[in-house]
């Protein structure tokens, strides 16, 4: 690889070739002490010359920089010749033209260390390697030879890559900012996201996740409901979807998403799915729903301890006490050594004010499980009630 030097001080194009040098990255390192002495190197028909990088000063008493690089730019043979301009000043308009007019590759100021002109060059070589900047090259000649139309369709396609892969960017630190507890800043990196790239799913659920956890279900769901009309295939969002939408009191449209998801899983995943859904819809208060997804978890595993003793649970707050006690003695007669169960027969019978063999299906719990303290403060309660003490 070849590399030019451009400065008009020979003190900073010895410094800089010795860097050069040092980075093992080129053959050969040239030199020149003003822009024109430049030009007349890199556009020598006797002797060509390929620069793989130039690194020219903004300031020059002979041709300065800018004029070399609008030279390069708008010159077919030598358009896409990496340049990084290097200047003792950090005035905006330098900058400006620079990199925001003429499209130089990367701005350096004087002085730099060995370091950063190293981590600047190699970056500046990758991303002239890089997919993209072959992809803007492929623009340019379409655009060049007449055919903007098809240059059109090229930006339209990179234009997309890269505002995904910048919401990505914006997504990312939304993530960080959330791990480290600030919801509130990471809310708003996720919204960024969002509005950079409408189809970003995971920017949307990232936003639900923090207006939850601050409380503001109306947007949460919102966010939600949006990344579920562009992609429908995900269970884990439709499920959370779902649970949001019953915080949010939208009872209705929560059932019917939670309920469709139960539909449309797999097999292999439907069993736990199933009970999910069942432990949200009796955290909301939905009694008779939780109850039908508990009576479908059966279906996988008809012995399945948890499935009974929240099933009978559900049918003990329903009023139902026969019916959940038929369902507490059937799972008994399969775990007649399990103090939960046992307690929850107690309860039943205190329910029914039978304290005699409430009493007896609490004292087995207790002995099973001597540090079983809901038993011995229901133990307690019986006392007073039996002796009328407070």
Request: hydrophobic letters at 40%.
């Amino acid at each position: 690889m070849r590399v030019l030097i451009v400065d008009d001080l020979a003190p900073m194009r010895d410094v800089a070739k010795k860097m050069l040098r040092q980075m093992e990255y080129f053959d050969t390192v040239d030199e020149a002490g003003s822009g024109e002495e430049a030009w007349a190197k890199i556009s020598d028909r006797e002797d060509p010359k390929i620069y793989d990088l130039v690194i020219c000063d903004v300031r020059m008493d002979e041709g300065n920089g800018i004029d070399l690089l609008k030279r390069c730019r708008n010159h077919p043979d030598f358009r896409y010749i990496p340049f990084i301009m290097i200047s003792a000043s950090s005035e905006p308009a330098n900058i400006a033209a620079a990199l925001g007019e003429w499209g130089a590759n990367d701005f350096i100021v004087k002085p730099f260390s060995y370091d950063i002109l190293h981590n600047r060059v190699d970056s500046v070589l990758k991303r002239n390697k890089s997919p993209e900047e072959a992809l803007f090259r492929q623009m340019e000649q379409l655009k060049q030879s007449g055919a903007p139309e098809e240059a059109l369709e090229v930006i339209e396609a990179a234009e997309m890559g890269n505002r995904l892969s910048l919401a990505k960017w914006i997504n990312a630190k939304g993530e960080c900012l959330m791990a480290t507890g600030d919801v509130n800043g990471a809310a708003s990196e996720f919204e960024k996201a969002m509005g950079i790239i409408k189809i970003y799913v995971a920017a949307y659920k990232n936003y639900a996740i923090a207006q939850h956890k601050l409380g503001n279900f109306t947007k949460a769901v919102a966010a939600m409901e949006y990344a579920e009309t562009l992609s429908p295939t995900d269970n884990e969002r439709t499920f959370l979807l779902g649970k949001l939408m019953l915080r949010a009191g939208q009872k209705e449209e929560g059932k019917r998403h939670l309920k469709s998801l139960t539909k449309r899983c797999g097999e292999k995943e439907k069993e736990s799915l199933v009970r999910r859904v069942a432990q949200v819809f009796l955290e909301g208060g939905l009694f008779e729903e939780a109850k039908e997804m508990y009576m479908m978890s059966l279906e996988f595993n008809s012995s399945d301890l948890e499935t009974v003793n929240r099933l009978g649970q559900i049918l003990r707050q329903q009023g139902k006490l026969d019916e959940a006690l038929q369902c507490y003695l059937g799972a008994l007669k399969k775990y007649p050594g399990h103090p939960g169960l046992h307690h929850n027969l107690g309860v039943l019978y205190v329910t029914k004010q039978d304290y005699k063999t409430a009493r007896k299906y609490l004292q087995l719990a207790l002995s099973l499980n001597p540090q079983f303290e809901e038993v011995k403060a229901m133990l307690k309660k019986l006392d007073q009630m039996e002796t009328g003490k407070p």
